[in-house]
C-alpha cells in the first residue's frame, strides 16, 4: 500500500510542475508581449496553472484520470497554439520535453499504482 501512495504522489507532482511551469511561462509572455495581450494572456496561463493544479489534488483520488485529462489539455493548448503560430511548435522545446517526461512519468505511475491496489485487493 505504501509503494502504491508513492506512486500516486509521483503522478500527483507531475501535475504540480506542469502548474508551476505554465505559471512561469505565463509571467515570462508576460513581460513579453504586446500591452494589449498582457492581461488576457496572464489569465489564461493562470487558469490553465489552476486547472493543471486541481488535476494534480485530484489525481490522489483518480491517478490515472487525472493524468490523461492533463495530457489531453496539454495536446490540446499545443495544437491551438501550433494553428495560431505554427512557430510555437520548436518553441519552448525544452519545456515540452519536461512536460511529455513527467505526463509519461505520471501514466506510467498511475498504472503500477492501479496495478498494486489490484493485487492488494484494494478500493
Known amino acids: 500500500m505504501e509503494e502504491a501512495n508513492r506512486m500516486i504522489k509521483k503522478a ?3 501535475l504540480y510542475y506542469i502548474a ?3 505559471v512561469a511561462g505565463g509571467l515570462i509572455a508576460y513581460a513579453r508581449t504586446t500591452p494589449e495581450l498582457k492581461n488576457s494572456l ?3 496561463n493562470l487558469i490553465l496553472a489552476f486547472i ?3 488535476l494534480g489534488f485530484w489525481c490522489r483520488n483518480k491517478p490515472l484520470a487525472a493524468i ?3 495530457v489531453a489539455l496539454y495536446a490540446l493548448i499545443f495544437i491551438i497554439n501550433a494553428i495560431s503560430n505554427p512557430l510555437t511548435i ?4 525544452v519545456f515540452k520535453i519536461f512536460a511529455v517526461a513527467f505526463f509519461i512519468r505520471g501514466i506510467k505511475a498511475a498504472i503500477e499504482a492501479d496495478k498494486l ?3 492488494l485487493n484494494i478500493g
Not at 520548436?90 to 522545446?93: C, D, F, S, T, V
Open 117 to 119: 491496489k489490484k493485487e
Open 68 to 70: 490523461i485529462t492533463g
Open 90 to 93: 520548436l518553441a519552448g522545446i
Open 20 to 22: 508551476l511551469a505554465t
Open 12 to 14: 500527483s507532482n507531475a
Open 52 to 54: 493543471y493544479a486541481a
Open 42 to 44: 496572464l489569465i489564461v
